[in-house]
């Protein structure tokens, strides 16, 4: 893999959304290296079921690599957003970001991931 020039990253965002009310179950993956500045999630009402918004790493080596980045209990909340902006988890190619919200509410969301490739 090269080395990261810093001097030649452009920030990316992806905005998702959903007003028909279905569940969140995405799987970020841009088919190269990247890193991960923040993803926000924010719901049109507040949640009233007990449910996690969660994030995990889908390793392009395999389950046994996967692990849970952040996970967020949304009862009583309408947004949340996972920011990595000061910290460096460089991701490689073939990597995923598996992005999951149940959504029992049926509430309309929203979903900004805001990145770096290399």
Do not use: C
């Not at 969140?24 to 507040?46: G, K, M």
């Not at 690599?65 to 009583?76: C, E, L, R, V, W």
């Amino acid at each position: 893999m090269q080395p990261w020039k810093t001097n030649e990253l452009k920030v990316q965002q992806l905005a998702i959304q959903d007003a028909d009310t279905e569940a969140l179950d995405y799987t970020f993956n841009p088919n190269r290296a990247f890193r991960i500045l923040t993803i926000s999630l924010r719901i049109d009402a507040t949640v009233i079921a007990v449910e996690d918004f969660t994030i995990a790493h889908d390793s392009v080596h395999g389950a046994k690599f996967d692990h849970t980045i952040d996970s967020q209990a949304m009862n009583t909340r309408s947004e949340h957003t996972f920011d990595r902006s000061a910290d460096a988890d460089y991701y490689i190619k073939g990597d995923g970001i598996k992005i999951t919200f149940d959504n029992t509410d049926a509430n309309g969301w929203g979903l900004l991931i805001t990145y770096v490739e290399q």
